[in-house]
């Protein structure tokens, strides 16, 4: 159930930032059914990159993240979700990022969104989900 509510809360994330930026696409669906599996994937595919390579990114970072007040945590989101594109096009998903602007904003639009998710459901607990 855990894994369930994390996957909902990022893959309508990623769905906002679909919607918002005009260079986040979901190309070759014909159903929204279709997109919505698609964004769900890559939602995964994100979270997985984040918790692996990201969280070794961020570690590496963390002096620069401090020196830039956090605008290196945005650019090494941005990347991630980059890679994530790169990987969902690799796989044949149907999903593209078109630019680094693109992705940097997805990033910020991910994020916020994501964090209102957590903060509007009252039993998503980062610690209970870990």
Known sequence: MRILIWLAVHGLAL???VYLVGG??????????????TVLVVGAILGAI???????????????????????WLLINGAMLKLAGFVAGEL?????????GAA?????????TAMVLRLLLPEYDEERLR
């Open 15 to 17: 769905g906002a930032a």
């Open 24 to 37: 986040i696409r979901v190309t070759d669906q014909t159903s929204s059914t279709g997109a919505a599996l």
């Open 50 to 72: 984040n918790a692996t390579i990201g969280r070794a990114l961020k570690l590496l970072g963390l002096p620069f993240i401090i020196l830039s007040l956090g605008l290196v």
């Open 92 to 100: 044949d998903l149907g999903f593209r990022v078109g630019s680094w």
């Open 104 to 112: 940097i904003i997805g990033a910020l639009v991910v994020s916020v």
